[in-house]
């Protein structure tokens, strides 16, 4: 065994960590005869004195920027200057119960609560915050300037100097990155090994470099860990994994200070998911206080954005009309079919295809719904019904905020974000707060996206997406359309207004009559960006080579190409229609490749067969999957008798060119497709209507 410091002891180090152990067990070890001969003890410098003049400090600050900011809301540190472990902890909040004069060291507010259950406490530890004033943490991160925070972390850095803990906690991300910030030149980390693997110790050094005055760790924020109110599955998978790490972090902690703490908390204990419920007076007291700092703020920094009222912030737009989808929310269903994967690309699959959509879409509620039972597990959620989202959100945002990076988003949350090909720009995925404040701007979400914290933001983004990946197509164009496989599936995008990036389509439709049209989505609002002034916007596609049609009934019927089916004005004369005309004809006929020597194969399932006496089946172009050639495939059963479309356009051009409008009379394949000269077939044509009208009148 290997002792490394304190009551550390680890295993033999491995080879891996010999070269950053060489470097820094010296430091340890003269760090470690410091302490033991008393050298390591404060002066007698008075915290209390510091204290006072740094609260006169931080109001004249304020008083400075035309605000009057009570005193009173500033915290004092608790604990002993000669305790062997420091609690680093952001900025004290209103959540607590006597909110005037106070020490940091108060049980009432939840996450100090959580640190006494850790067993982290005044009587063991030292405990101070970066900011001693009470606030919303968001607005310390958002509004503070660097000339405020100079003066409080000058307090913060004083206090530093003249403790004795050998070892800082560090608690959440906001600590983390202004001590980064600070100690950048001042720090080497040490990775652990063996029972703590997955740990790295910060040594902070001297001015001279040449010594360690303390060990400083980084663990997640007790809010982290709040939020957290599920038992199921998940829940169980994150107190193993996110809450056995910081078990780990805090033993490597206790170990170094040599304090007792109790073990295995975040990963076994049922305090954990002890409820707060303040009376309705101490809610309604510290409302009121938040109301006044906001108001205080505001003066001081006139025009910023801010929290600005306790509920009832956020709104989700669930209008974002255009002129693809429908507005209504289907329900879906839970039940997921077996999965087909479908390769190859081409209209026959059409069916297969959308129905692969909607079990995606499925089996992105059915997760949602899963993540969010490990929050709320009262709840009974359902994400269609805008009050119970906006409700969802509401509950999160009201507890205390301090979660605001993304690295402090539970890896749930980040993971189903970032598996879903509509919350990317060209297949990247969301990897920082800004993507993930872009991402929520171009759902068209409302409010505004900073003042969320991480797990509101991440639901927010969630939710809204929820929705709009379950709508489906209009009535009037769905028929239109047909989802195509592989590369084509994704389409990324930019704004036709301000050119701006935005998601990528997810599940993108083709026109059914050209598969090379895109249909184009479209948005009244602009795409949602910040600089975006366009009102009635298209997000077209980025490949500029890529052809695009709006999705309107006329534009999509009107695409040009009659080679490949739907819209060409012979169909109704020409194709078998309904059970009557189609009666035992095979619905679907497998084709095959055109090109000599290829084996490609497929099946179309929407055959189109003339009136021929002998039914006939109009050849379609495909790309072939094997080849890649695209050319008119013919039906593997050489039995069946086949016909170009080409052949129809002409021969219904005929009667058109003579004048003859086909609709005025009988149906007659023997006529159409005889074999005699066109003014022929109309005389025949006329003669069989004059014949038919005549029984009908008798
Ligand atoms: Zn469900
Ligand atoms: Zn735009
Ligand atoms: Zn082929």
């Given at each position: 065994m290997f002792r490394l410091f304190g009551n550390l002891w680890l295993d033999d180090p491995p080879d891996s960590v010999l070269t950053a152990l060489d470097g820094a067990l010296p430091l340890i070890r003269n760090l470690q005869q410091n302490i033991t001969h008393g050298m390591h003890r404060s002066s007698n410098w008075s915290m209390d004195a510091a204290f006072k003049c740094y609260r006169e400090e931080e109001y004249a600050w304020w008083k400075l920027h035309n605000v009057e900011r009570s005193r009173k809301y500033l915290v004092h540190p608790s604990g002993r200057l000669d305790a062997t472990v420091a609690c680093h902890l952001f900025n004290p909040t209103f959540e607590i119960d006597e909110p005037c004069d106070g020490e940091i060291d108060d049980p009432s507010n939840p996450c100090i609560a959580q640190l006494h259950d850790v067993g982290l406490s005044a009587g063991n530890c030292l405990i101070f915050d970066h900011s001693a004033r009470r606030e919303d943490s968001r607005h310390c991160k958002m509004l503070y300037p660097p000339d405020l925070w100079d003066i409080h972390e000058a307090f913060v850095f004083a206090l530093r100097s003249n403790i004795e803990a050998v070892v800082e906690i560090c608690w959440g991300a906001n600590v983390r990155e202004r001590m980064l910030r600070r100690l950048q030149n001042n720090m080497c980390t040490l990775p652990l090994w063996g029972r703590y693997e997955g740990v790295t110790l910060y040594l902070e050094l001297g001015e001279d470099k040449t010594s360690v005055r303390r060990f400083i760790i980084f663990v997640n924020h007790p809010q982290f860990f709040m939020f957290l109110k599920g038992t199921n599955v998940r829940a169980q998978a994150f107190r193993t994994e996110q809450g056995g790490r910081q078990d780990l972090m805090l033993e490597v902690a206790s170990c170094l200070g040599n304090i007792v703490i109790n073990a295995g908390f975040y990963k076994l204990s049922p305090l954990l998911l002890r409820p707060f419920r303040p009376t309705k007076a101490i809610r309604e007291q510290r409302d009121t206080l938040k109301g006044q700092a906001y108001a205080e703020l505001k003066a001081a920094f006139p025009g910023a954005t801010l929290i600005s009222s306790v509920k009832g912030t956020l709104s989700l737009s669930q209008k974002d009309h255009n002129e693809l989808q429908g507005t209504k929310l289907p329900v879906i269903e839970h039940i997921l079919k077996e999965h087909k994967i479908v390769t190859k690309d081409n209209i026959a699959n059409d069916k297969a295809l959308e129905e692969i959509r909607l079990q995606n879409v499925a089996r992105f509620w059915g997760e949602l719904h899963d993540v969010a039972v490990m929050f709320m597990p009262d709840a009974s959620f359902n994400f269609a019904k805008k009050l119970e989202c906006q409700q969802l959100i509401n509950t999160i945002e009201a507890s205390e905020g301090e979660l605001y990076h993304w690295e402090e988003l539970p890896a749930s949350l980040a993971g189903l974000i970032q598996s879903q090909d509509g919350l990317r720009i060209d297949q990247h995925p969301i990897g920082s707060r800004k993507e993930a404040e872009t991402a929520y701007r171009l759902l068209h979400c409302?409010?505004?996206?900073?003042?969320?914290s991480i797990v509101g933001l991440a639901f927010a983004i969630l939710i809204t997406y929820a929705w709009s990946i379950c709508r489906t197509p209009r009535d009037a164009i769905n028929d239109l359309m047909v989802l195509r496989a592989s590369s084509k599936g994704i389409v990324p995008r930019v704004c036709s207004s301000c050119n701006g990036r935005v998601l990528d389509d997810p599940f993108a439709y083709y026109a059914k009559n050209n598969v090379d049209y895109y249909v184009v989505k479209s948005s009244q609002t602009g795409c949602g960006l910040i600089d975006c002034t366009g009102r009635r916007v298209l997000l077209h596609p980025l490949d500029r080579s890529q052809s695009y049609v709006r999705a309107l009934k006329k534009n999509l019927e009107n695409i040009p190409n009659f080679r490949t089916r739907g819209g060409a004005e012979w169909e109704q004369y020409f194709l078998r229609r309904g059970q009557a005309e189609l009666g035992e004809i095979p619905r679907t006929v497998e084709l095959k490749c055109p090109r000599e020597g290829c084996t490609g194969i497929l099946e179309d399932d929407a055959p189109r067969w003339t009136i021929h006496s002998v039914p006939t089946v109009v050849l379609r172009q495909f790309t072939c999957p094997d080849c890649q050639r695209k050319g008119d495939w013919k039906p593997v059963n050489t039995a069946i008798k086949y016909i170009t479309s080409e052949t129809l356009s002409r021969t219904w051009g005929r009667f058109k060119k003579k004048?003859?409008?086909?609709?005025?009379?009988?149906?007659l394949a023997d006529v159409y497709f005889a074999q005699g000269h066109i003014t022929i077939r109309i005389a025949q044509l006329k003669e069989a209507k004059r014949l038919a009208d005549e029984s009908n009148a008798n």
């Open positions: 409302n409010g505004s996206p900073e003042t969320f004048g003859c409008d086909l609709a005025q009379y009988p149906r």
